[in-house]
């Protein structure tokens, strides 16, 4: 009867141990605006989840998607920045392990528009972080980056999508290089003195969404 007990005992101390991975939380599927599951091997807008509106002296207007651009037009590699009222040009997501093919939160990944800038034809559309700007005391997102090979010199070309609020916010934050020196921040909208709307670090992330070119 003992002998029983204590085999009792065993199985059940074996049988409630949690098994291998059951309390890892598996990354979800980025979803776009029409509930399907972001892929690899498609072309995306990104757009505003919420839209807003800027103000000057002279006129207002609306934020749109994503596209190229700088103040003069004529500085290479372009930056990241916000089209008026447009939904931008088409972009593709390269996660970290090409083999997988649909876009998960909160991996790495590379972003890049899908057609190159004939202002830019010898800088890719790859997104990189920049050198910080101390005349606006921002750090902006912008492009000529490479694809792949997380490492010291390819840090700042990493970004992740993150699940915010009721929507997503991008966000550079590379983890496939632990022993890189690096900070993690939301990319959010700063507005210049031209009026232009540049992709940027910030404490006010850019809530946003995806649609399927």
């Not at 409630?16 to 690899?40: M, Y």
């Not at 390269?94 to 890049?112: C, E, Q, W, Y």
């Not at 991008?170 to 983890?175: F, I, Q």
């Amino acid at each position: 009867m003992k002998i029983k007990h204590v085999a009792f005992l065993l199985v059940f101390a074996l049988t409630s141990q949690p098994l291998l991975g059951a309390g890892e939380s598996v990354h979800e599927p980025v979803i776009d605006t029409s509930g399907k599951k972001l892929r690899a091997d498609a072309n995306y807008h990104i757009i505003p989840a919420v839209p807003f509106t800027i103000c000057g002296f002279v006129s207002c207007f609306t934020g749109g998607g994503l596209a190229l651009g700088s103040i003069d037009d004529e500085s290479c590699p372009l930056d990241v920045v916000v089209e008026k009222a447009d939904e931008g040009l088409p972009l593709r997501f390269l996660p970290f392990n090409a083999k997988k093919g649909v876009i998960r939160v909160s991996t790495d990944l590379n972003i890049f528009f899908s057609d190159a800038d004939e202002r830019c034809p010898h800088h890719s559309t790859v997104w990189r972080l920049g050198h910080f700007d101390a005349s606006t005391g921002q750090t902006y997102v912008t492009t000529g980056g490479v694809v792949g090979s997380p490492n010291q010199q390819t840090i700042l070309n990493w970004f992740q999508i993150h699940k915010y609020e009721d929507a997503y916010k991008l966000v550079y934050c590379p983890s496939k290089c632990p022993s890189c020196n690096h900070s993690c921040k939301d990319v959010g909208v700063f507005v210049d003195g031209h009026r232009i709307m540049h992709l940027a670090l910030s404490h006010d992330p850019f809530k946003v969404k995806f649609k399927e070119a």
